[in-house]
């Protein structure tokens, strides 16, 4: 009792000194959920939702709209865009109208003083006549089209077909509160992997540690639930082996476990770990990146729920890279205390160690051997697993832009 006192009033301390607010504002502002707007990159445009009034057709209005895209684009929170970033701003804003030596006129004057705020470029963006000429009518037609925030649009997940039979799906659909119209998404590519504060509350470029979790198999289940990366649209069904439907035999599901969207192990990129006897190279196994989340509630299939990183293990799963990340849900009462793997084992003694044996074990009763684990079965820090997760977030990313350069040929 002493020890969460102490540590409650450590935290107390630290949110007065570093928010420059009240302890009551803190704790309420803390409460609040917020909505991620950034883009994903496979998403058509009828799902990027940027707020905008058709009859208000003026310079307050466009600037609005321009904010809404320059901060959904700026995933990272950064305050600035990268080249890449600022040629996607013109490919979603004037519908890709510009040529290569226009945009590259224009990054060229953006980037005069580095990368560019909104500010910037909002200035360049109305004073460049020959792009803002050749864009403007089609931001029109861009911001006519998207007359809803994404705030306003509500995630609906829906079972279909009886359960444990290979014809059960769970699809994801978002409603608009405004016209009560659905449309289908994938949860894989479509649902946003950050989470965005509307109202930052770390310094400038810290790292973001709020993330959309999917869960596919809830604790204290087996059958084995999974997204179906192969199917359009991507629901999450049960997996089948053999012509079976698949069950855990080694025993129940110690914690919640499922997947991150749009981040992707690829088959192409080799993951290098240095180890006693030399130099270990393992390739990612072609799916989400795998989440055990270790909050006191059990959640449903399908559910997305905001979670934290605490940690990642690099599992080797038939000679492929299968890494576990540790998180807990935001909304869990130990995610106040635990913001680091250390804090795993003090908080939740004993965890890792179950985690661990569980994965290594599961498999043995099927007939086959253990898993193998890279360093060891080492538990890597959140910081590791962050790094981890934008890499593979970024995987993601380049697999789509290819896939798509490939269908516009």
Request: hydrophobic residues 35%; aromatic residues 12%.
């Amino acid at each position: 009792k002493l020890q969460f006192l102490y540590f409650i009033g450590e935290r107390r301390g630290k949110m007065k000194r570093g928010s420059g607010m009240s302890l009551t504002k803190g704790m309420s502002f803390k409460l609040e959920n917020h909505r991620d707007s950034c883009i994903p990159e496979t998403a058509s445009n009828d799902l990027l939702h940027l707020a905008y009034d058709k009859d208000e057709d003026t310079q307050v209005a466009e600037k609005k709209i321009m904010r809404r895209l320059f901060e959904s684009i700026d995933c990272n929170n950064k305050g600035t865009l990268n080249k890449e970033d600022v040629e996607r701003m013109f490919e979603k804003a004037g519908e890709g109208v510009l040529t290569a030596d226009e945009l590259a006129n224009v990054t060229t004057i953006l980037f005069k003083n580095g990368p560019p705020d909104f500010e910037v470029f909002w200035k360049v963006w109305n004073t460049e006549v020959h792009v803002i000429e050749k864009t403007k009518e089609n931001f029109k037609t861009f911001s006519a089209r998207f007359n809803e925030p994404f705030e306003q649009m509500q995630l609906i997940v829906e079972e279909d077909n009886e359960k444990f039979t290979p014809e059960y799906r769970v699809w994801f659909y978002l409603k608009s509160l405004k016209t009560g119209t659905k449309r289908k998404i994938s949860p894989w590519h479509d649902i946003p992997l950050y989470i965005k504060d509307v109202i930052r509350t770390q310094p400038q470029g810290a790292p973001l540690n709020k993330y959309n979790f999917i869960c596919e198999i809830p604790k204290w289940t087996r059958a084995k639930f999974e997204i179906a990366t192969i199917e359009p649209y991507n629901p999450v069904k049960q997996d089948v082996s053999n012509g079976a439907l698949r069950f855990y035999k080694h025993g129940d599901m110690l914690f919640n476990y499922g997947a991150l969207p749009q981040t992707w192990e690829s088959t192409e990129h080799s993951f290098q770990f240095e180890e006693e006897d030399g130099i270990k190279e393992y390739k990612g196994d072609n799916d989400p990146i795998d989440i055990i989340e270790i909050g006191s509630q059990q959640l449903a299939t399908g559910s997305v729920t905001p979670i934290k990183v605490l940690g990642v293990l690099g599992m080797i799963d038939d000679g492929e890279m299968d890494w576990k990340v540790i998180a807990v849900s935001t909304g869990d009462p130990l995610a106040l205390f635990m913001d680091d793997i250390p804090d795993v084992t003090r908080y939740m003694p004993g965890a890792l160690e179950c985690i661990r044996t569980w994965l290594r074990d599961y498999k043995i009763c099927h007939g086959k051997p253990q898993n193998k684990f890279a360093m060891d079965g080492e538990y890597f820090g959140r910081e590791y697993a962050q790094n981890i997760i934008k890499e593979c977030h970024n995987h993601w990313r380049n697999f789509h832009l290819i896939q798509e350069r490939r269908q516009a040929s």
